[in-house]
């Protein structure tokens, strides 16, 4: 069936490596956990794809097996698959796992101790040649396939190239979201054969970069539409700068490419509800709640129990890109002369980086702090009780620690890059005068201009207590909600079908 207009209610099926609560690594999980959410509430039928890790039984959600097997060709190979369905919890939406335990069925989602799995390729263009079998065999009418970062990549491709003129397939339009540009799934170019797609495809242009296979590449040569999660990142990546070799892959689609800001889940991440602090709390008790949060933060980490000392959190990923070293530059410079606290909430990373801090933590245990491992509890708890939240990244896509901090009347100090530059509102004369000023952000020039922003930050901490309320205030009162990003969503798909039908029209 062919079709003239958008479907104002578009059935959408979401595939990504990870979603919030099933699995999580990072802000990929928070939104696809969240977004279809949010586009429901507007009337959208969204579903969703994911592997079925290991680790989706942990959280305890209900999961059924469907009764639906396939086999998918892989290489030379037919590999035998099937489905699982859970939902997304607080929601009527269908989460599909595409089960195949000698993939899924492992400790690891993407790999284990920092290494990535070596068949990821196989792992993930098995999820998506699933996913494309899965619309067929469960007659799901989709009308966008929106695919994520490159464990999702090929699925465009897949549309493209082999399901778009088949009968269940016809009304689908396609969109990829890039969560992360440095994370691209290379893999030497005989993985070309896993794909199944002819070797005509492993060109410049499209699915071969620097002599690799790479599936995001692969996403944004033959997506419909491209998005990534905020505007200035949709800006860097065009550049050499940012863009990891793929700025003239972007360039060259940049007539389809834009940015949408992350919104956050306010069921989860909202100081009145939480359930993960002491005290709840809103921006007319804002000092009492944060006050009982630090102190439970200072006593589960050692930290020394003192009110007034500012203290300042890192929750992430120990990463290069997320600045780590630079905080430590600074910390290394204040401890002797300063009170200030350092907490860090250390996920996935660098050995090397977790070394340094641990040693930072060592050598001032009073001062400094490090809880190791991923804790959605301990997120919370210090997204609340920090006073200063540092995001020195690198550079950064959407981030989303710097949201929850705004909500949590955190102040958030900041690089100005990405969407740290589109959410955080620097401190002047000027933005306290008009109510905008949410926070500090910094230009480049590593951990010398980091110590400035913070050493302002803490000045108005300590000096001028109504500024620093005004600040808290400032933050708490915006709305980071998925309301806002679903609109936009939206609007995105319907640009979508007209740029598919564009492009059908050229094609033909
Ligand atoms: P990225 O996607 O680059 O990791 P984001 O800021 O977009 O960064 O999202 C990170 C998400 O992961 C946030 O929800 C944050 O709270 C969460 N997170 C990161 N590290 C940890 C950790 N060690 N424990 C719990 N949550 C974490």
């Known amino acids: 069936m062919l079709v003239d207009e958008p479907n104002p209610r578009p059935t959408v099926l979401f595939a990504a ?27 959208a039928r969204p579903v969703v794809f994911l592997p079925a890790y290991r680790e989706i039984r942990r959280c305890g959600l209900p999961i059924v097996d469907v009764g639906v097997e396939f086999t998918v060709p892989i ?12 939902k997304l919890p607080d929601s009527n939406i269908d989460v599909y796992f595409v089960r195949q335990d000698d993939y899924y069925d492992r400790p690891g989602i993407y790999g284990e101790k920092n290494v990535a799995y070596a068949d990821n390729c196989e792992r993930y263009v098995f ?3 699933a996913v494309m079998e899965s619309i067929r065999l469960l007659g799901l009418e989709i009308d966008v396939l929106h695919a994520h970062d490159w464990h999702a990549g090929l699925l465009p491709a897949l549309h493209k190239i082999e399901y778009r003129d088949r009968p269940s397939y016809e009304r689908i339009t396609n969109v990829f979201t890039v969560h992360n540009l440095q994370y691209q799934g290379e893999f030497w170019h005989w993985d ?21 296979l790479n599936l995001l590449k692969t996403g944004l040569a033959f997506a419909d539409a491209i998005s990534t999660v905020s505007h200035t990142y949709a800006l860097e990546i065009q550049t050499p700068d940012f863009g990891y070799g793929l700025d003239g892959m972007l360039r060259y689609r940049s007539d389809v490419l834009g940015g949408i800001v992350n919104g956050i889940d306010d069921t989860i991440w909202n100081p009145t509800t939480d359930v993960l602090l002491p005290k709840n709390y809103s921006s007319a008790t804002v000092a009492e709640g944060k006050a009982a949060s630090k102190e439970a933060v ?14 300042a959190a890192f929750i992430g990923r120990l990463v290069e890109q997320k600045g780590v070293d630079l905080i430590l530059e600074v910390l290394d410079e204040w401890i002797v002369d300063s009170d200030m606290q350092w907490a860090f909430l250390a996920g996935d990373g660098e050995p090397a980086l977790l070394q340094k801090v641990e ?12 809880v190791k491992g991923y804790s959605e509890p301990m997120a919370h708890l210090l997204t609340a009780g920090a006073d200063i939240l540092l995001m020195p990244s690198r550079f950064e896509p959407c981030g989303l620690n710097q949201l929850y901090a705004l909500k949590y009347g955190t102040v958030p100090v900041v690089h100005a890059v990405g969407g740290l530059a589109d959410t955080v509102v620097n401190t002047s004369a000027a933005t306290l005068a008009d109510g905008t000023a949410t926070g500090f952000t910094f230009g480049d020039g590593g951990a010398h201009r980091l110590g400035e922003s913070l050493a302002l930050a803490c000045e108005l901490y300590r000096g001028r207590p109504e500024v620093w309320a005004a600040l808290r205030r400032n933050g708490m009162e915006q709305d980071w909600s998925w309301s806002r990003s679903a609109d936009e969503y939206l609007e995105l798909y319907r640009q979508a079908f007209y740029l598919a039908h564009r492009q059908a029209t050229v094609d033909a």
């Open 17 to 43: 490596g990870e979603a919030f609560p099933f699995a999580k690594t990072g802000g990929l999980g928070d939104v696809v956990g969240a977004l279809p959410k949010a586009l429901a509430e507007r009337g």
């Open 75 to 86: 290489g030379g190979k037919q590999v035998a698959g099937g489905l699982l369905r859970g």
């Open 298 to 311: 200072q006593k589960q980490t050692g930290l020394v129990r003192d009110a007034a000392a500012p203290l």
């Open 192 to 212: 070309m054969l896993l794909t199944g797609l002819d070797w005509r495809y492993f060109n410049w242009r499209q699915m071969e970069a620097f002599g690799k």
């Open 359 to 370: 040693r930072a933590a060592a050598a001032h245990p009073d001062r400094v702090a490090v």
């Open 127 to 129: 999820l998506c040649r």
